[in-house]
């Protein structure tokens, strides 16, 4: 079965600095795709960013970045310039690449951003 | 577009007390799934279905039925609510194409007392 860990219960960053967060995963399967949530305090979960695990280039969204390492099973989330609103729990969560699969998700990582 | 909707937004039961959490959708997608959320442990899946008339179980299913009689609409129904049923609930739906993103509702916060 798949797995995805992520190794961070707790991060914090200086408002304006980056921070990095971690997931990495176990599969079998070749061909994948990768998710980002965050769930602010609203509990909403809401999309950040998403990977395709054929794609060799690291999926971007203004601020935020992946680093994916296919070999090494891993899928990072760096966040640029921290924001007060970047605040949350983050997900990272894995799905194999058939649309009629369920996602797999990691236990969160809490950000805190410090003014 | 109302998304994925949820209803109630928060519910208060007594041990033993049956309910059923509301999910609906107007993005035609074909899957639809429940986890719940419990502090450290992340979203676990509850139950999927993957079209009309198609469900299966998930890592936690005891204790909970699923149905879907129609594309839009996948209840949750609690048969005899337990204290361990305490969580927060959460309906989200994707289409099969494309990387299949899911969309979550807002979440619906349960107590058992």
């Known amino acids: 079965a798949q797995t995805v860990t992520q190794s961070q219960p707790e991060m914090s960053v200086q408002e304006a600095e980056t921070v990095t967060l971690s997931c990495t995963y176990d599969?079998?399967?070749?061909?994948?795709?990768l998710f980002w949530y965050k769930q602010p305090p609203s509990r909403q979960m809401i999309l950040v960013i998403r990977?395709?695990?054929?794609?060799?280039q690291n999926a971007t969204e203004n601020r935020f970045s992946v680093n994916f390492q296919k070999a090494a099973k891993s899928f990072s989330l760096k966040i640029s310039d921290s924001q007060l609103g970047d605040a949350a729990m983050y997900f990272c969560a894995y799905r194999k690449e058939s649309g009629n699969t369920p996602l797999v998700f990691g236990k969160g990582t809490r950000l805190s951003v410090i003014a | 577009n109302a998304g994925v909707t949820q209803t109630p937004k928060f519910q208060v039961l007594k041990t033993g007390q049956s309910m059923t959490l509301q999910c609906a959708q107007d993005m035609n997608h074909e899957y639809m799934s429940w986890y719940r959320q419990d502090p450290g442990m992340g979203l676990r899946l509850i139950h999927y279905?993957?079209?009309?008339?198609?469900?299966d179980q998930g890592e936690v299913p005891n204790g909970y039925n699923v149905s879907r009689s129609t594309t839009e609409d996948f209840p949750l129904r609690l048969l005899s609510a337990a204290p361990s049923q305490t969580s927060v609930y959460f309906c989200?739906?994707?289409?099969?194409?494309?990387?299949?993103?899911?969309?979550f509702g807002p979440g619906t916060r349960l107590l058992v007392l």
């Open positions: 989200a739906s994707s289409s099969f194409q494309g990387m299949g993103t899911q969309y």
């Open positions: 599969t079998s399967e070749s061909d994948y795709y």
């Open positions: 990977q395709e695990a054929y794609k060799q």
């Open positions: 279905s993957v079209g009309a008339g198609i469900t």
